[in-house]
């Protein structure tokens, strides 16, 4: 049930003046959010949401986004108000190097932060994720649980701004919400219409509550200016989270009409407070509106603190109830409970990786296998033994190889089609053509907590989720990007769906592991390597075309794929004259040349390349055996430009590469006429040496 | 007024053959769109386009946009039933190798075709750009006709796939669509409710119709599967499209509802037959059905031929008509008609350098001046001779400096806001929080051929906007992206908004220019470079924070800029003996470190080195004298991951770089704590020098 006093009130307008001080102290940052978001965020954290400042990993919590970033003193301001760790000297230090209050929240960084956000869309497009791993978890965990009855059952709150919505990631994600009847999601929309522009009437004007029940949303409205005058009223905030939660078979949408920077006398309801420091005299002028003394800065009344964190007892409280449900659970679901156990600490089973598929050899000249079809059958030969692994493709599921055959869609049944049967707590996902939000999604799933994600596109369209990928990357997520249809080889579809520049720049970013197997084993290995790794995200890139699968009697271990790079074929006749790096499809071409090359008496050492970043991981005595620094004559093979090469080919490398736009025409004219061929690197190699 | 006989429903039918047997062909493709779609494309270049066959260009030609671009079969078709250099051979050389006729449409490639489309979401955003272009370019050449009355009025029509209107970005351009009041655009989605992964009841359940109504379209229904039976009904098409054309202060959607791969008996209506071949099987069932020889391919009835291409005529009539109209308009316009002249040939006005600012050095130790801030003095500058010239930003216009200061936005009148008055041929555009629309209408506006777009976000954001960006560079587009905030030197919003491996990765993107000037003096070169580069895009990299405005009698002239490095200070007393390389806002840290090595006895040269691109286009000459190869000692300084330095670095060389996320904090204490200093740069010289 609701309640308010004097004292919430001025909680509320504590937030708003801690806000206002944090900003004013560092000179810069965005308080106007904060200010006005200030009664809506206090209702959440003090009556709505299930938490527990003192344990901020609690698994029965509901999850709060904050997808509005920039406002991240919104929640740094609850933090504090709740008794999480976060003093005030932490807020005082607001956007200062080492605080816990960085411009934007930051996952990993803070406690009590789910999700790093800034990039907007992003953080409610994560949320979409979190609703849908809530109900996975749920069914791997507690199935049979009556609605509402599990103690894994949760909400995921989002505050979304108005930048939020224009961005079309969150479009994507609540599109797909909708599609999934996420009952377990409520967004919050602080439609302010003001942004960095000032006047959001030049820039979105569409009837946003209009197209949240286009998607299939429950929708609802509160607005503080409704009665002529502005009044915040966190009972109809509060009535409307709990209208919000009895709605189970959609997500909601509530709007907020808010007037930023509420009550600054003269800058509020402009852009200037979005993203400024109002400076001392509004400061001032706001301070004596709301009773404050102008002359006192970060000044808490201590019973206006006591009072709030009152929410801690209410939190013990929560978590002590649910602690008696949880070991009843524990105690009737033994194995469950250890499987939980497992997936939170991202442990991986004892053995597991037996039930990894060896592939045999295929016949040279034959069609070989393509790598996403290798991956495909691995996918579905550890699905039995990893449950945390699941995951799908933007429309793709065919072309990605990334459906699990033996068991239904993730999707309300009545989504079922002929060819994906559903169920709710199913392991397959269908993103459809939504490749950022697919990104996202999976972000937000990984950050849940216990599962194991994974989304597919074509590499081409990893350019439409990059920011996904970043994100992933800077909050060290063990999300895996399956990109197929990874060069020219893709053929005919031509040079808007043929990665040319992808590979490099994908290298180019922090934390990322990007892998390009060269054939079916060592995609099995890649695969083993990446679960094992849960401390950050890769890519896999995989082929479309065959490619064969090698001998591996007569060539190194696939294992040394885990190393990112290992000498595949060694030199015959002594020292290597010339080191051939290749990756993925290339390395068939690096073997042919090297058949060449040593046929005319050069001794040459084949070395498959698959990931750089694993490569760059090994001791300097790994890498020195594999490319010695005596060995000066080198030639990178890879369909795509050479950035990234030029670090392991030296002064006196050649690269075998594409430094253009691909074509529309089968994969074997495109080798040829753009030069990517064993010729090529057989003319590079015999440059090399020369210039070596 | 409509028309039909039984000859176009021969025509159509053909449509759907030639798209089958070209499929067949090549072994792959996507047919069954270009069949179902078939009647509406042929009603559309029949009976609606405004276009000459026999004159591509014409400038009064309707636009149209095929944003589903996997069914380039369904333009192909028309293109050759309308009499345009479209052979029946061309489409039976579909996807091969140097044919007009590669899996996605191509601009450029392809008489006729407007955009190349292929990535989702893409046509559809690039179409709204068209539809801006076609509004500022009736303002800049016949801003006083009535509506309609001018040579310069016309349509932009989409075709549009389920999986265009899945991607976040055609909501975006669909939403500032409805802002903008886009009366000259008309959307046709094709509701087949078929997408790869079939049924798109798994992934697309939102009601789209109403989304459109939301974001303030004009919506309407065409529904061939309404009568119970599939009745294919052009007028309907037709009727709807008029429609469409009397509603002028809206654009419009049209839902057509089609089975896909009508009317093949048992792919009809499947995801296979959306991308695959049919099989000869059902080829020739179809065949039947349609009343065809099973045994012929390729078989046009010259009858159905004539007949379709009276579209000759009619497209001929129209342009004669549009001559004589635009004879008067030259006449009575003869500046303007100038204009047009120049701006068709993409020439820029004799002189018009002259009105670029020259910046004065600033003071050692001041606050220098932020090349955002020298970007905007230069638009503004420039803005009166280069009436070409316009573009906005992604709500960050007062960060961007990209306001054109002097002229009312873009808008209608009634968006207008107190910080931008609105016109409706106004010059800055507001794209709201929507990087990717943003890159992609700017892409369309280019296309539409008059004007100089540029497109303004932050740096870390140009990850949203990646496949506009290269979009751009596969078109050969003019346009420019405006990147301010370019590195860790933004400070305290952190690592979500401090790019670190965007300049490496969007250098990895072939035919894009990548400038990060120095100074003030550079930003000024910068721009006149970019924009005398009409044949390709580019993105500059400007800095939040201020940085000296070098004094050119010290150092060499900015004018070096335009060829991408050059010597900016050279070393005292004889050969170089090491040489540091910086761009941005780092080379005053060469300039810094420069000072000491000298101090010491090292004779140091410092290369400004603003755009690689710029400097590889450069003679071999020229780039020796630069960079001599006898000076292995090397030194590179940017903020960033080190990827695209390499190449220049050489063996011996060293960067000081930043190969990890940002944080949040000011930006002097980040580029202390990151090692980004003027001591690291010694260090690294003198580590160089030791290893040369």
């Known amino acids: 049930p609701f309640s308010w006093t004097a004292l919430d009130d001025r909680a509320v307008d504590t937030g708003r003046l ?3 001080d944090a900003v004013e102290k560092v000179g810069n940052g965005h308080p106007g959010t904060a200010m006005s978001l200030s009664p809506v965020a206090y209702t959440l954290y003090q009556q709505v949401l299930r938490h527990d400042p003192t344990d901020p990993q609690w698994p029965g919590r509901d999850r709060f986004v904050l997808s509005a970033g920039h406002s991240s003193l919104t929640q740094y301001v609850q933090l504090y108000l709740s008794g999480y760790p976060m003093s005030l000297d932490d807020i005082a230090a607001l956007r200062t190097w080492g605080s816990k209050t960085p411009g934007h929240p930051e996952h990993g960084h803070t406690e009590g932060i789910e999700v790093t956000t800034g990039p907007l869309g992003s953080g409610l497009a994560s949320a979409v994720g979190m609703a849908f791993a809530a109900r996975r978890e749920r069914g791997l965990l507690d199935p049979d649980a009556a609605p509402g009855e599990s103690v894994f059952d949760h909400h995921v709150y989002v505050v979304a701004s108005d930048g939020d919505l224009e961005e079309g990631v969150s479009g994507e994600a609540s599109s797909l919400a909708g599609t999934q009847e996420l009952g377990n999601l409520i967004v919050l929309w602080d439609d302010n ?8 009437n030049i820039a979105f004007t569409e009837d946003t509550a209009a197209r949240y029940a286009a998607y299939g949303w429950h929708v609802q409205e509160v607005d503080f200016t409704a009665g002529g005058d502005y009044r915040e009223d966190p009972r109809a905030v509060f009535d409307a989270l709990q209208a919000a939660k009895a709605v189970t078979d959609r997500p909601s949408f509530i709007r907020v009409r808010t007037i930023i920077g509420w009550p600054a006398p003269n800058k509020q309801n402009t852009g200037a407070i979005h993203g400024s420091a109002l400076g001392a005299d509004e400061v001032a002028a706001t301070k004596r509106i709301l009773g404050a003394d102008p002359d006192k800065t970060f000044d808490v009344d201590p019973d206006v603190l006591a009072h709030a964190q009152q929410v801690v007892e209410r939190g013990r409280k929560l978590h002590a109830e649910w602690d008696q449900r949880y070991l009843v659970w524990r105690e009737n679901n033994p194995e469950r409970a250890a499987l939980l156990d497992r997936l939170r600490a991202r442990e ?20 070989g296998l393509a790598t996403r079809a290798a991956s495909g059958k691995v996918l579905n030969a550890i699905a039995p033994v990893l449950p945390e692994l699941w995951g799908g493709s933007a429309d793709l599921a065919g072309s990605n190889n990334t459906t699990i055959d033996a068991e239904p869609s993730f999707l309300p049944e009545k989504r079922s089609s002929e060819m994906f049967p559903g169920h709710p707590y199913g392991r397959t996902m269908h993103f459809g053509v939504r490749e950022f939000a697919a990104g996202l999604i999976a972000n937000g799933i990984a950050l849940h907590g216990l599962t194991r994600p994974y989304a ?15 994100l992933a990357a800077l909050q060290q997520l063990p999300v895996t990007f399956v990109w197929t249809h990874d060069s020219i080889g893709l053929g005919e579809d031509g040079p808007t ?7 490099s720049a994908l290298r180019a970013v922090p934390g990322l592991d990007v892998v390009r197997p060269a054939d079916a084993n060592e995609t099995a290995v890649a695969w ?3 679960l094992e790794r849960a ?27 885990a190393r990112g790079a290992y000498v595949f074929a060694e030199a015959d006749g002594g020292k290597p004259q010339v080191i051939v790096m290749a990756s993925g499809s290339e390395l068939q071409l690096a073997v042919a040349a090297r058949e060449r090359l040593q046929a005319d008496g050069v001794p040459t050492r084949v070395v498959s390349f698959p990931s750089h970043e694993w490569f760059d991981e090994q001791d300097a005595e790994y890498r020195e055996s594999v490319l010695p620094p005596s060995v000066r004559a080198r030639v990178s093979v890879e369909a795509g430009v050479a950035m990234s090469w030029h670090r392991y080919l030296g002064d006196a490398g050649r690269a075998v590469s594409l430094e253009h736009f691909g074509a529309s025409a089968d994969y074997k004219t495109l080798y040829d006429e753009f030069g990517i061929t064993a010729d090529a690197v057989v003319a590079a190699a015999r440059e090399s040496i020369t210039h070596s």
Chains 1, 2 share one sequence.
């Open 18 to 20: 801690l806000a206002m």
């Open 528 to 530: 083993r390597t990446v």
């Open 456 to 470: 597919a596109t074509f590499l081409i369209f990893s350019d439409y989720q990059r920011a996904a990928v970043r």
């Open 535 to 561: 401390h950050r995200p890769a890519g896999v890139a995989l082929t479309r075309q065959g490619v064969p699968v090698f001998d591996r009697t007569e060539f190194a271990s696939a294992d040394g794929t």
């Open 497 to 503: 769906h043929q990665p040319v520049e992808q590979l």
């Open 193 to 200: 219409r003001i942004s960095i522009e000032d006047d959001t």
């Open 348 to 367: 991986l089973p004892h053995g597991w990786a037996a039930a990894l598929p060896e592939f045999e050899a295929t016949e040279p000249g034959g069609k």
